[in-house]
């Protein structure tokens, strides 16, 4: 069994959880992962009470009949291709139906302000885009702050859906998001404000530093640092989505809650995001580079340059339509392979999670 961080005393043992105390609390911990209690309690009847109710709930959830699984990564993702696979129409409609209106909006609003001014690359003359940076700033403000968490409810909410063997449908999946969307957006604001804090001081001291080695030297190694652990924290936050969807907790709790089921599955995490970001990225590059030899072989004058915007505008709506899928059908089957795993969660609670 690993340390149990804060631990002054063993009440119980089971098969999923300790109960115990700590110097102020009454606490529960996961003996396989060890560390800080996953749940407290204050050192009051009611407290007790309430943790004797939670290590039972976990004890049951244990031994009860129907629990997920626990599946390795190789398992997770052939599960995660069939799952995508067997539901592609109804996600690719989901994904589509913001995905197509808002890539049109923003190539209105790009051909509407976009400024096509003559550049030199080697010894040829071209015509590249000018495109002003609040029309960058806008889009991606529309993007991050209703596209993505819109999407990333429906899309977890029709995943779940089919896991449980119900045939998920746009009603069904934006019925639940456009309640939760604003949970899953400050969820998900707050996760990158923790993946981003990390950079900051490496950019604090490029911008403030002189010119000398050593100054340049340290920023690149502050930013590197601040990077890997940003990237670390993006990793460990990455369930806080699902969280806020499945179990409808929301804010910093949801971070904690992901932080604790990722713990001890970092690895296994990491390899599968890596793996579908990988086949999304390389889809998505294939796309527009096939859609831009197609149309690149000519001279371009101004109006050949925006029918290029809109080429790539268009493969990339109907591209990110097909694959961005896959990346949430592995995210909640990694969610829910750390909630069997240390909570031992079943179809029957599952089901009645989402319908709630």
């Known amino acids: ?159 779940v859906r089919a896991m449980l063997g119900r045939r998920p449908t746009l009603r069904t999946a934006y019925g639940r998001a456009l309640r939760l969307a604003p949970s899953v957006l400050w969820a998900s604001f707050l996760a990158a404000l923790a993946a981003a804090l990390p950079v900051l001081p490496g950019v604090a001291v490029a911008a403030s530093a002189d010119r000398s080695s050593v100054a340049i030297g340290l920023a690149v190694a502050l930013i590197t640092l601040g990077v890997m652990a940003g990237f670390f924290l993006a990793v460990r936050f990455v369930f806080a989505t699902p969280i806020v969807v499945v179990e409808a907790t929301r804010g910093v709790e949801a971070l904690r809650r992901s932080w604790w089921l990722v713990r001890g599955l970092t690895g296994k995490v990491l390899g599968g995001l890596a793996v579908t970001l990988l086949i999304v990225f390389v889809v998505l590059f294939v796309g527009v580079t096939f859609a831009l030899t197609a149309v690149l072989f000519t001279d371009l004058t101004e109006s050949a340059v925006r029918f290029v915007l809109v080429v790539i505008g268009a493969v990339s709506a109907l591209t990110l339509s097909l694959m961005a899928p896959l990346v949430n059908v592995l995210i909640v089957l990694l969610y829910l392979d750390a909630r069997g795993r240390k909570e031992g969660l079943t179809l029957g609670s599952l089901g009645g999670s989402i319908e709630g």
Not at 137 to 153: F, G, R
Request: aromatic share 8%; proline share 8%.
């Open 1 to 159: 069994m690993r340390p149990l961080n804060g631990a002054t005393m063993i009440d119980y043992r089971g098969q999923r959880s300790i109960l115990g105390r700590t110097s102020d609390r009454y606490a529960i911990w996961d003996p396989t992962v060890g560390g800080p209690p996953i749940r407290q309690f204050p050192l009051t009847a009611e407290g007790w009470a309430a943790a004797w109710r939670g290590f039972r709930e976990l004890e049951a959830a244990a031994v009860e009949p129907g629990a997920i699984p626990a599946l390795g990564l190789g398992r997770l993702l052939s599960l995660s291709f069939s799952v995508y696979g067997r539901n592609l129409s109804v996600l690719a409609r989901i994904c589509g139906i913001v995905i197509v209106p808002y890539y049109a909006l923003s190539l209105a609003l790009i051909l509407a302000t976009v400024r096509v001014v003559p550049d030199r690359v080697g010894a040829e003359n071209v015509l590249t885009p000018n495109i002003p940076w609040w029309v960058d700033l806008v889009n991606n403000a529309v993007l991050y702050a209703l596209v993505v968490p819109l999407l990333t409810a429906a899309v977890v909410t029709a995943v």
